[in-house]
């Protein structure tokens, strides 16, 4: 089982960014992916970002393309999403997660199946 913990969630005005972190624990040896998904009350948890940690291929949702970058520093198991140009849509909690299915093509990692161990979420507001 893998531990994880996210930071840097908070309030921000429409064009602006934020840096959310996340940090692994436990049994990261068996790591082969980690992603960021979103959630707003009343909708579906949607895939965010995800990237590869043996082979650093990232993933993103259309919706963050171009704003979002997702990067990992595998030596402190870490995981950072960086929001730019943020919108009042992309108000949401944040959760990061862990998977460790291995998956080709890659997209398995687009799925919240992928992924066995998830954070407590931190909450992302932007105002508009």
């Known amino acids: 089982q893998v531990q994880l913990a996210e930071s840097g969630g908070g309030l921000v005005q429409a064009g602006g960014s934020l840096r959310l972190s996340c940090v692994a624990s436990g049994h990261t040896f068996r790591l082969n992916a980690m992603g960021w998904f979103r959630q707003v009350p009343g909708k579906e948890r949607e895939f965010v970002a995800a990237i590869r940690w043996s082979l650093w291929n990232t993933y993103y949702a259309d919706s963050v393309k171009g704003r979002f970058t997702i990067s990992a520093d595998k030596d402190k198991n870490t995981v950072t999403l960086q929001m730019n140009s943020l919108k009042p849509e992309d108000t949401a909690v944040y959760y990061c997660?862990?998977?460790?299915?291995?998956?080709?093509?890659?997209?398995?990692?687009?799925?919240?199946?992928?992924?066995?161990?998830w954070g407590q979420g931190t909450q992302v507001t932007v105002s508009s």
């Open positions: 997660a862990a998977s460790q299915k291995s998956s080709y093509s890659g997209r398995l990692y687009y799925t919240g199946a992928a992924y066995d161990d």
